[in-house]
């Protein structure tokens, strides 16, 4: 699942892999591709039923553009929140919310990527661009 706004530069990271992954339509049957953009909570209540869910979404970490980042729902619900997703709050509530009404999500990951441009527009910055073919890596690497 790809979260972001594709109007924000780098913001709109996890649709634009999205994007490159449809393009080269050779993942696994049982495989799905969502384009979640900003709408956590409906996309989530959709995918209920899956056994596995990476979501790739920028992150703001406090390290250097293009840093990658690999951790667990839980990981920001316990921590002091020194990762971030922009859609933290919407992502992470989303995750309780279908939790509470009994249809959690038991294997979901969260594959962020440090953005360096948060700004009107609609091409990603050369640095987290770059980086599109490893996300793509790490999440073949998750589902095989």
Request: proline fraction near 3%; glycine fraction near 8%.
């Amino acid at each position: 699942m790809g979260m972001g706004n594709l109007l924000l530069k780098d913001e709109g990271v996890g649709v634009h892999v999205i994007c490159a992954l449809k393009e080269k339509n050779d993942l696994p049957e049982n495989v799905e591709l969502v384009d979640a953009g900003t709408a956590a909570l409906d996309v989530l209540q959709m995918l209920s039923d899956v056994d596995k869910l990476i979501v790739i979404d920028a992150v703001k970490g406090g390290c250097e553009p293009g840093t990658l980042y690999k951790f667990k729902p839980s990981d920001i619900r316990s921590a002091n929140r020194t990762i971030t997703s922009l859609h933290q709050l919407g992502l992470i509530e989303a995750l309780s919310i279908v939790e509470r009404l009994g249809k959690a999500l038991n294997d979901v990951t969260i594959i962020g990527i440090e953005p360096k441009e948060i700004e009107i527009g609609l091409e990603l910055s050369s640095e987290i661009a770059e980086k599109i073919p490893k996300i793509i890596q790490l999440v073949r690497e998750m589902i095989i």
